[in-house]
């Protein structure tokens, strides 16, 4: 008899994963990696912050005993996510419009919440942006839905076509979901300003739509409060909409799993049934949420000091990285390349796209060992004082 897995056919690399793969393979001592989306420090090291260190620290004496978390996870981390994306003083919060559960990273909130919508509209086609972050796709269309795309990018410009994504909004089906990303855009860094988030807001309204915002990188861009502009303006809608949020980046815990799912709604009587719902979508995916990460995070945002010392050290990744961005563009221009890469400043968050050909991005890597996303995304937060100058000259030379 023969296995049930004779005719399993390889499923494709995940393309950035391949790309790890192939650094770590590579002997060459002056390597680098632009293509990981995670935040290095200076020294090329995925930092442990220190008020990490600290509450873990505190929890590791205290010695919790390590029960079930509530399904949704417990009310300290959840309020905690609350109060962080949508302000303390937040009306939706003291309405009781929010539902928030813990949820395993950004991609479990996602998945948590794709699942649910697909009980909620399982009609619905979803709209992500061109281009996307690529799991977005994979994501919604494995919970069942047709994924579709709006206009996004402009290469033009390096901007958003916003005239285009508005266009698009607008014939739209009602019932369709649109997911946006809050800020710091995966994979382009270029994002919308407040006054296009308002028009965005309008269109969804009159045709009914429902949105789903990605807030990955919160504190990346500008801050912590100016980085959820889109989910104030949403808030002062009126409308319901989706949030998936996540601590992988502003916390530096990827691999502990942190995130949550915000669903906002007209009253506390639907939040209510809502939860109920989203507490059998989770059970039936993986329970409960682990305990160590929220604990954490929970931790550190309700103590006025370790919550400052965050604040501090996230606003040192994110200065870090516009130094980054500000190096990398000096250091073009003094090596003579006249080609305009201002726009490397004006991006947000840990992207570049730097408008590199993949044939570019094959040269780097085959003649300087640089590793980039063969779209020509790179991570600033990749670069370091000892590799800027390196890779400001491979990217000269391939110009
Ligand atoms: N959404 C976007 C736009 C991202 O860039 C990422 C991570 O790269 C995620 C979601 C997922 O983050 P997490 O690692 O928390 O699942």
Same mark, same amino acid.
């Given at each position: 008899t023969s296995s049930i897995f004779a005719a399993v056919e390889m499923a494709p690399r995940d393309p950035i994963l391949g790309l790890n793969e192939s650094f770590?393979?590579? #002997?060459? #001592?002056?390597?680098?990696?632009? +293509?990981?989306?995670?935040?290095f420090d200076d020294n090329g090291k995925i930092p442990l912050l220190g008020a990490v260190r600290a509450a873990e620290k505190t929890r590791l004496e205290a010695a919790p005993p390590r029960g079930y978390q509530p399904i949704e996870g417990t009310p300290a981390y959840n309020q905690g996510v609350q109060k962080l994306i949508f302000g303390a003083d937040s009306a939706l919060l003291a309405d009781g419009r929010v539902v928030t559960a813990q949820a395993l990273g950004g991609t479990g909130a996602l998945k948590i919440g794709a699942d649910y919508l697909k009980q909620l509209l399982p009609n619905a086609t979803v709209y992500i942006s061109d281009p996307s972050? %690529?799991?977005h796709r994979a994501l919604f269309e494995a919970a069942g839905f047709p994924v579709a795309t709006y206009p996004?990018?402009?290469?033009? &410009?390096?901007?958003?076509?916003?005239?285009?994504?508005?266009?698009?909004?607008? &014939?739209? #089906?009602? +019932?369709?979901?649109?997911l946006l990303h809050a800020c710091c855009h995966n994979p382009t860094g270029a994002d919308l300003d407040a006054a296009q988030w308002a028009?965005?807001?309008?269109?969804?309204?009159?045709?009914?739509?429902?949105?789903?915002?990605d807030m990955a990188y919160q504190g990346f861009a500008d801050g912590i409060t100016e980085d959820k502009v889109a989910l104030d303006l949403f808030a002062a809608s009126g409308l319901q909409f989706f949030v998936s949020s996540s601590f992988s980046k502003s916390f530096s815990l990827y691999g502990e799993r942190?995130?949550?799912?915000?669903?906002?709604?007209? &009253?506390?009587?639907?939040s209510a049934r809502v939860l109920s719902q989203l507490k059998r979508v989770i059970r039936t995916n993986y329970s409960n949420p682990p305990t160590h990460g929220g604990a954490i995070v929970a931790s550190v945002l309700a103590s006025t000091e370790l919550r400052q010392q965050w604040e501090d050290e996230l606003a040192g990744m994110r200065l870090r990285i516009r130094a980054m961005r500000t190096g990398l563009v000096d250091k073009?221009?003094?090596? +003579?390349?006249?080609?305009?890469?201002?726009?490397?400043?004006?991006?947000?968050g840990m992207f570049?796209?730097?408008?590199?050909?993949?044939?570019?991005? %094959?040269?780097?890597?085959? %003649?300087?060992?640089?590793?980039?996303?063969?779209? +020509?995304?790179?991570?600033?937060?990749?670069?370091?004082?000892?590799?800027?100058?390196y890779v400001a000259d491979a990217i000269a030379a391939v110009l």
């Open positions: 770590n393979a590579d #002997t060459r #001592t002056t390597k680098v990696n632009l +293509g990981v989306g995670v935040y972050w %690529e799991n996004y990018y402009d290469a033009a &410009t390096r901007g958003v076509d916003f005239a285009a994504m508005k266009a698009c909004l607008a &014939t739209l #089906t009602p +019932g369709s979901i649109v028009e965005v807001i309008a269109a969804i309204r009159e045709r009914n739509l429902v949105a789903f915002i942190v995130g949550a799912l915000s669903i906002v709604t007209a &009253t506390r009587d639907e073009l221009a003094a090596r +003579g390349v006249a080609q305009d890469f201002s726009f490397v400043v004006r991006q947000r570049s796209y730097t408008g590199l050909s993949a044939a570019q991005v %094959e040269r780097l890597k085959a %003649e300087y060992g640089i590793y980039a996303v063969s779209t +020509g995304r790179i991570c600033l937060a990749a670069l370091n004082t000892k590799n800027i100058d």
